[in-house]
């Protein structure tokens, strides 16, 4: 050997050491990822597999929607049975036909209501307090408006309960609900 070849020998081992230990933690940290990739993909699964009932169930609640919605004397208007009146005599004269309305009535926009509420719940994953269920289906939630729309919100979720499609577990704070989800507190 040649002066100087032994200290190159000795930092080539060390280096030859240094990478063969880190390919070692390397091939440890793929094999751990791999673990953990199939563990997502199998939590993955489940979460489409329980969306994909979620979204057949609020599917099945939305098409056989029960007239609850329909008959609902929340957010009624009166013009919706202005049809079936006699017009309305002022100072001995008779008023003007409406004009048409774009917007829809009253018990198509409860149902309307009621399914977005029902979709809120079916993806939210976690029991919502009545403000944040207001807030997702576009409501206000301050001021004067706000607090209408709360209780419109609030009144909406207690009709889903009464009708099973979502459970109370706490004032105010709303779950859909499931074949898997208990009842209401005090249900036996």
Same mark, same amino acid.
């Given at each position: 050997?040649? !002066? ?17 230990? *880190? ?11 791999? *673990? ?63 004009? !048409?309305?774009?917007? !829809? ?33 576009? *409501? !206000? ?48």
């Amino acid at each position: 050997m040649m !002066p100087g070849e032994a200290e190159a020998v000795d930092g080539l081992r060390t280096a030859v050491d240094f990478y063969e230990a *880190k390919a070692a933690r390397l091939q440890q940290r793929r094999a751990e990822l791999e *673990k953990e990739l199939a563990e997502l993909d199998a939590e993955l699964s489940k979460a489409s597999a329980t969306r994909d009932h979620l979204v057949t169930a609020l599917s099945e609640i939305t098409t056989a929607e029960d007239a609850s919605f329909a008959g609902s004397d929340d957010e009624t208007d009166p013009r919706d049975d202005a049809g079936s009146q006699d017009p309305v005599i002022e100072e001995g004269r008779a008023a003007a036909p409406e004009e !048409p309305r774009s917007q !829809p009535s009253a018990g198509k926009r409860n149902r309307q209501l009621g399914q977005q509420v029902l979709q809120v719940l079916a993806t939210a994953g976690r029991p919502l307090h009545v403000k944040e269920i207001a807030e997702a289906v576009g *409501k !206000p939630v301050s001021g004067k408006a706000g607090t209408s729309a709360v209780e419109t919100v609030r009144k909406t979720c207690k009709r889903h309960v009464d009708h099973g499609r979502a459970i109370e577990p706490d004032p105010g704070v709303f779950v859909i609900a499931s074949a898997g989800t208990p009842g209401p507190k005090g249900d036996a």
